[in-house]
Structures are given as C-alpha cells and as structure tokens.
C-alpha cells in the first residue's frame, strides 16, 4: 500500500463547477504539499500546510492530522485548471517529500 | 531570476552510454533534489542535497551519482545507462528555513534509454 493516496485517480468537470480531490497518508507528517503539474509537464508548488486551512484565489487546501487526511478544493473550475494535481507528505529529519501518484483533472468548458 | 534550469530537456542515450544532466538555481537555495517520474507513479526522489558538499541518498539512487561543488550546481550522473532509467527528471531546489520548505522545480529533462 502506498503511503500516500489520491482520488480520484482521474477527474472530468464542466466549466463552473466545485471539486474536490482527496489525499491520504498513512504516515506521521510534518507538512503537506499540493503541487499543480502542467500539461506540458511544468511542476508549481501550490500550498504547504501542516494544520487548518490556506485559501489561494478559487484554490482552498485543507488537512485533518487526526484523519491523515487533506482535501484541494477549486472553486468555479474553469478549463485552465485542467492539470495534474499532486499531493506529498513531508517526513524525516530532511523534511523529505513522498508523493501521490496524482490527480488528473480535465475541465470542459 | 530563472529560477531552477535543467540541461539537456530531451536526450536519447544507448544501452551503456554515460551522461550528466545538468541543474542550476539562482535563489541561493540550501536545498537541492533529484526526482524521477515513470508514468503512472508518484515522483520518486533519487538523491538530495543539503548545501554545498554534502548530498544523501533517497528512495531510488542505484545507478547514479551526484556531486554538489557550489550552491547554485547539482548535476546527476548516469554512468552505465540501462532502459529502467527512461524516465522523466526533475531538479527542484528549496530554501528550508522554518516552516519553509516550498520546492521550486525545474523543467525536466526526458531521457530514453534504449
């Protein structure tokens, strides 16, 4: 079993709509990462949050250390948010970064 | 600033073959990382770096090499290049102070091994 999890594996949404990908860890974390890789492969850093909540523009990042869990939640898709979103817990003494496989999301306008 | 540069972004190398792939940041970052990503799979950390002189192992560092002489360079080495290294390879860099780890990531290099 991977030590971090992500669903849904793919995602298609109409323009306008909310979603919600989820990740989860089975491991004790000192912080969680949100990353957004590009069609053309570009990877961006979107949050890291390690307790509550951290909103940035349509994009909301939750996490729940009790649960070992985290949401990304956009707001009013639109097809620019078309990427694949990944999650990665931060563990260790080096803060070292293990991944989700990642979340495929495809917006339709 | 240019952020983290990788060098080259495509490569096709023979069964055998050696090459460096090349990666510089210019945020004075202390922190620097090796990634690959096969597909299908989360990325998977190869070797790290703490700061200049001193770089460790990660999860997968069979069959490379890293070097770290300066702040800014941290080129990986394939010395006997076999076709489970085709993959996708990403340098990242992060600055790690506090609660700080942000990771800044380069462009990627895609590397065929055939």
């Known amino acids: 079993k991977n030590e971090v999890e992500q669903s849904p594996q793919n995602l298609t949404a109409q323009e306008g709509e909310f979603i919600t990908i989820n990740c989860s860890y089975s491991v004790g974390i000192s912080a969680l990462h949100w990353l957004q890789q590009h069609p053309g492969g570009g990877i961006v850093s979107l949050f890291m949050l390690s307790s509550g909540k951290k909103k940035h523009g349509r994009l909301i990042a939750t996490i729940n250390i009790q649960e070992k869990h985290s949401s990304l939640h956009i707001t009013a898709s639109h097809p620019r948010d078309s990427a694949v979103y990944i999650c990665a817990v931060e563990r260790g003494s080096q803060g070292n970064l293990i991944f989700g496989k990642g979340t495929k999301l495809s917006v339709k306008p | 600033n240019a952020g983290v540069t990788q060098t080259p972004k495509f490569r096709i190398l023979k069964i055998g073959q050696s090459m460096t792939l090349q990666c510089t940041q210019d945020?004075?970052?202390?922190?620097m990382y090796w990634y690959r990503q096969d597909p299908g799979m989360g990325l998977k950390l190869i070797y790290y770096s703490v700061g200049a002189g001193i770089t460790d192992k990660g999860e997968v560092p069979n069959g490379y090499n890293v070097s770290r002489s300066t702040t800014e360079d941290f080129p990986l080495r394939l010395e006997l290049a076999a076709p489970s290294q085709t993959s996708v390879y990403f340098c990242?860099?992060?600055?790690?102070?506090?609660?700080?780890?942000?990771?800044?990531f380069g462009p990627g290099t895609r590397l065929t091994v055939l």
């Open positions: 945020m004075n970052h202390n922190y």
């Open positions: 990242a860099s992060s600055v790690r102070t506090g609660e700080n780890n942000e990771q800044f």
